[in-house]
């Protein structure tokens, strides 16, 4: 059926396809981390303490001493050359290889927190008449505080429009083939290049209260299936992979065993060589190159280690952009041509 003469012009029938990563600083500077910190602890879904109880704690130290240290931090790992974070590099580089491993659909990315919003990239797509929409949450292993917290974004966005995109949101993939061969594949070749194989391997997965899990969050349990099929696949006995939680912030107790104290008792155990790798995260960030690469390793050395190689995430390899196609593919059936 034609259209009248006075219609006006809509785009419409494409699909778009959003990745979503936590966020970022827009520079490593006192006001910008402050900005970030703000809106990512303002979340109710990170920290689930009433407002009264948690705004003066807030405002008080947290964003006044922890903006300054984190803002020395992300200096530490700044990309110079592109004036951006690591994360934002990789989640961008991410978007533009996915790309033309899926031209049927149009990809975008963007972050929870900072720039480019959730809400801006889904008014871009639906501008280029993407009227069908997937999200991928980057976290492979679920959580409130995370993959709820992008859907939150997602609706917050959706409920404001008059038109709203056909929407589908990827499902948690800690246990998917997809995910678990692209992890094993790249620790392989960067097992391989190493000059001696590490004693032990630790996987480092980012923290929760524990609480959280107490109140049925499942993430600790997928962090565990991760590893599991990560170190069944590569053939490794259980003694060898250990599996701690990093990034504690506060008082309260978190997931364990803690990867601060692990490296720093590894040494006095006897084990001299190891490797870190990180499953939790998809693209390399604060809290691996610093945290883990930087104040990790040093902790490890200082105690009494002798070498210390902290793996690169999978950021923008083959191996991660061949996952992710994997992910989106399934997760556009229907919609994709057969």
Excluded at 18 to 25: C, I
Excluded at 88 to 93: L, S
Aim: include cysteine.
């Amino acid at each position: 059926m034609s259209k009248p003469s006075e219609h006006p012009k809509v785009k419409h029938g494409r699909i778009g396809v959003l990745l979503v990563n936590l966020g970022t600083p827009d520079t490593p500077d006192y006001w910008a981390v402050r900005r970030y910190l703000k809106e990512f602890l303002m979340d109710p879904r990170v920290i689930e303490v009433p407002k009264l109880l948690w705004l003066p704690i807030l405002y008080g130290p947290i964003l006044t001493f922890r903006s300054r240290k984190s803002a020395e931090a992300y200096r530490k790992v700044w990309m110079t050359d592109h004036n951006e974070s690591p994360l934002r590099y990789y989640t961008r580089a991410q978007a533009e290889k996915l790309q033309p491993a899926l031209p049927e659909v149009q990809i975008e990315w963007a972050m929870r927190y900072g720039k480019p919003s959730v809400a801006e990239k889904i008014e871009k797509l639906m501008s280029e008449g993407c009227d069908r929409l997937l999200v991928v949450p980057l976290y492979p292993q679920y959580s409130a505080t995370t993959s709820a917290s992008v859907t939150d974004a997602v609706f917050d966005c959706l409920k404001k429009m008059r038109w709203q995109p056909t929407l589908r949101v990827a499902p948690p993939w800690h246990d998917h083939p997809a995910h678990i061969d692209a992890l094993t594949q790249q620790l392989k070749v960067q097992l391989a290049a190493l000059p001696e194989e590490p004693e032990k391997l630790v996987m480092s997965f980012h923290g929760l209260p524990q609480r959280y899990f107490d109140l049925g969050d499942p993430y600790y349990c997928h962090c565990q299936k991760t590893a599991r099929l990560v170190r069944e696949q590569l053939g490794w006995p259980e003694d060898r992979v250990l599996v701690t939680f990093q990034s504690r912030l506060g008082p309260t107790q978190w997931l364990q065993p803690y990867t601060a104290e692990v490296l720093e008792a590894l040494p006095g155990q006897g084990v001299k060589r190891i490797a870190v790798t990180t499953p939790g995260f998809v693209a390399d960030c604060l809290e691996t190159l610093e945290e883990i690469g930087m104040e990790g390793r040093e902790s490890f050395l200082e105690a009494g280690g002798e070498r210390c190689d902290v793996l690169p995430c999978l950021n923008d390899s083959a191996f991660a952009i061949d996952m992710l196609e994997r992910l989106v593919r399934q997760e556009l059936a229907g919609w994709l041509p057969n």
